[in-house]
């Protein structure tokens, strides 16, 4: 990769629930392009740092760079209000685990919502946007459905046309497969996969280590709040040079020829 | 028989100024109610003891207390405090009153039973006060306790009947008037009966209809 | 206020109790009547049951209680007050009942009386050994609120003359010119018992959840 302004820059982000280090020291960047896979056992706050990226949760103490802008805390070092917040927010997309759409709006709806009413594009421009998207995850004919008619499979891939309609400079990906039957998996990473090629930049937290091998430029592994290895998914998959970052594949590979078995 | 509705129909001025009364009563102390019972949720939520305490014990003791008590104390009583009121205020206070709190407990049920992914998510997307409010958590809010607001309109449109010992001109004063007038009693009652039960259609037509509306988003 | 207001007071309350229980003790196996009624589709009844619910789940108790003491005596059956209080506050705790009971049947799983037909139980034997012993269960924090409720709207009896609390406090606050201290007894007297009712069936809802999650 040449070097390059990072998209996102994150600077000794430490965060702690009580006793907890949840967050300990860490610093990473992504390059503009970039898709990073952040990998590691449960518990190792790959969740809460993706959380703290758009401040959904707000770390004790670092700096969160976005394009070279701030996200949390002002350059003068005062605390964004709500208003700030949501301005840099609109930059960012935000695909959920927990799928997350507005069961009160049809799927085009959902898609149009926030660039209609927060960045206050004219309707018909997003309407026309927001149909492409939808092609685009293959769910053109279920615009006018209601969500909850949806499977969890659909309802993902509504959820990252819906974030794409903001047109973010980052996306990030929060264990969007986890809540997902097996069977229906496939098609939302098959989307992700688009996107990585098409030079979108991701951050993706996930489990599935298929993906993460085939669609990501780095992989970042933490455990126990600490950055242990980064590197590209080659070497991280076939030789980790951490002891830590070798258990964590013997036990996943266990796993899957436990389940292959 | 007849000759006695007959009779009701003749009086029917007073009888459409008292349902007239009932209806206009009603839909303001539900309004008033539903904002009163708003905020005040926002305090049995609070997670600050000196503000949730208070609002608990009020919630309580207005769901301890029988109405028709409340309203002769805030009528008869309150004048020996300084308080005076005419019996519409008094009534429009008592109702208003009385069921914000019932208010204020469904409604901190219903936000309690709302999924908080759609909301992150609305956070997430740069949505913040008053917007996040109006086009993300209000919708799904409403839809799910339209039927719960729409029983408590029923209530406030009975009680509102209770009102009448404290002479207020509704449709139970109106009905009781016209059958010490002209002896009909059963024939006077039942027009009442019957348009009681009119007023609990609608609502609960209102309701059907907003139930659709969330069935459809189920 | 003197110590003989306080005793007529509380002299009113007994009749409130009285009317309570009563009223209480008669509407539950009529709410359950009705309700059987229409769980078991009964042909006449089932759509009768179901307009007279309705029309009782609408009518203020004020408005029934009027009805039925001014509107009786011209058929030509003489009620006093107590009478047409306690027959209004039946017939409308009744309908409120019925939902609750209605409500708790229809939760119970078709298989359970299937299993008990398939056994060769009859009708009574059935519902007596199977459906209500698990159906009043379900029905019991909707049947105690509804006792909340009736015992909340018994001062309603004291606009047609029965002299309960509330027309015990109104008459020594229309003597003595001071309307609030007497009032504020009532309430004293009210609060207590309808708390107590609701702390049981508060109780009661914690009870079934506990059962359900050990289940």
């Not at chain 1, 455990?223 to 951490?242: I, R, Y």
């Not at chain 2, 209770?162 to 059963?186: D, G, K, W």
């Not at chain 3, 009736?150 to 003597?175: H, N, Y």
């Amino acid at each position: 990769m040449p070097t390059r302004i990072p998209l996102l820059s994150v600077q000794s982000l430490r965060k702690s629930y009580g006793n907890l280090r949840v967050l300990d020291d860490i610093s990473f960047t992504v390059a503009p392009g970039e898709t990073v896979c952040l990998l590691g056992p449960s518990g190792s706050g790959k969740s809460t740092l993706l959380r703290c990226i758009n401040w959904l949760e707000r770390p004790d103490s670092g700096r969160i760079l976005i394009d070279s802008q701030p996200i949390g805390v002002t350059s003068g070092g005062v605390v964004m209000n709500d208003q700030q917040l949501a301005q840099v927010r609109t930059r960012i997309g935000m695909v959920f685990q927990q799928l997350a759409l507005w069961p009160h709006l049809t799927v085009l709806q959902n898609v149009m919502e926030a660039p209609v009413h927060v960045q206050r594009r004219p309707r018909d421009d997003v309407r026309a946007e927001a149909e492409a998207l939808l092609t685009r995850v293959g769910l053109f004919d279920k615009r006018d459905v209601f969500p909850a008619r949806l499977s969890g499979g659909q309802k993902q891939r509504v959820g990252i046309a819906r974030a794409l309609a903001m047109k973010p400079a980052l996306m990030l990906f929060d264990e969007p497969t986890s809540a997902l039957d097996p069977e229906l998996v496939g098609e939302v990473l098959a989307v992700m996969r688009d996107l990585a090629a098409e030079g979108m930049t991701m951050l993706v937290v996930t489990h599935e280590m298929a993906f993460a091998r085939e669609a990501a430029h780095r992989v970042v592994f933490m455990d126990h709040g600490v950055v242990v290895e980064t590197g590209s998914p080659e070497a991280f998959f076939n030789a980790p040079s951490t002891e830590r970052g070798r258990q964590f594949l013997q036990r996943f590979s266990n796993g899957r020829a436990a389940l292959a078995a | 028989m007849m000759r006695d509705f007959a009779t009701v129909w003749s009086e029917r001025g007073l009888l459409f100024s008292g349902l007239g009364n009932t209806v206009l009563l009603s839909v303001l102390a539900g309004v008033a109610a539903l904002l009163l019972g708003a905020l005040l949720s926002m305090l049995l939520m609070s997670p600050k003891r000196m503000l949730l305490l208070p609002a608990k014990a009020l919630v309580d003791l207005a769901r301890c207390t029988p109405f028709l008590l409340f309203a002769y104390i805030v009528y008869y009583g309150l004048p020996s405090l300084g308080l005076q009121f005419d019996a519409w205020s008094a009534g429009l206070f008592a109702l208003t009153a009385y069921h914000a709190a019932y208010m204020a407990e469904i409604l901190r049920a219903a936000w309690a039973a709302q999924p908080r992914a759609p909301i992150e998510a609305g956070v997430a997307f740069g949505y913040s006060g008053l917007g996040l409010f109006r086009r993300i958590v209000l919708p799904p809010l409403a839809l799910s306790s339209a039927p719960v607001l729409g029983n408590q309109l029923i209530q406030i449109i009975k009680d509102s009947a209770f009102l009448t010992i404290i002479t207020l001109p509704e449709l139970t004063h109106a009905v009781s008037s016209i059958q010490s007038r002209h002896f009909i009693p059963f024939a006077a009652f039942l027009t009442a009966v019957l348009l009681y039960w009119a007023l609990c259609l609608v609502v609960e037509a209102g309701v059907a209809a907003v139930g659709r509306l969330a069935e459809a988003r189920r | 206020m003197t110590h003989a207001d306080v005793l007529s007071i509380f002299s009113g309350a007994l009749t409130t109790l009285l009317l309570s229980i009563a009223g209480i003790a008669l509407g539950l196996p009529f709410g359950l009547g009705l309700a059987l009624a229409r769980w078991a589709k009964v042909p006449l009844l089932n759509p009768v049951v179901a307009v007279y619910v309705s029309l009782l789940r609408a009518t203020p108790l004020i408005t029934l209680v009027l009805l039925i003491f001014f509107a009786l005596p011209t058929a030509g059956v003489s009620v006093g007050p107590v009478t047409a209080g306690l027959i209004a506050l039946v017939l409308n705790t009744a309908a409120f009942n019925c939902e609750v009971w209605r409500a708790a049947l229809l939760d119970l799983p078709r298989d359970q009386i299937e299993a008990a037909q398939s056994v060769g139980m009859g009708r009574v034997l059935r519902f007596r050994r199977i459906v209500l012993p698990q159906v009043w269960r379900t029905a019991l924090p909707g049947l105690i609120n509804e006792m909340s409720q009736l015992v909340k709207l018994t001062p309603v009896l004291a606009v047609v003359g029965v002299v309960d609390i509330t027309r015990a406090a109104v008459r020594i606050g229309a003597q003595t010119y001071e309307p609030l201290p007497p009032f504020l007894v009532a309430l004293a007297i009210y609060i207590p018992i309808v708390y107590a009712l609701v702390s049981v069936q508060r109780w009661v809802e914690r009870r079934t959840v506990q059962r359900e999650a050990t289940a």
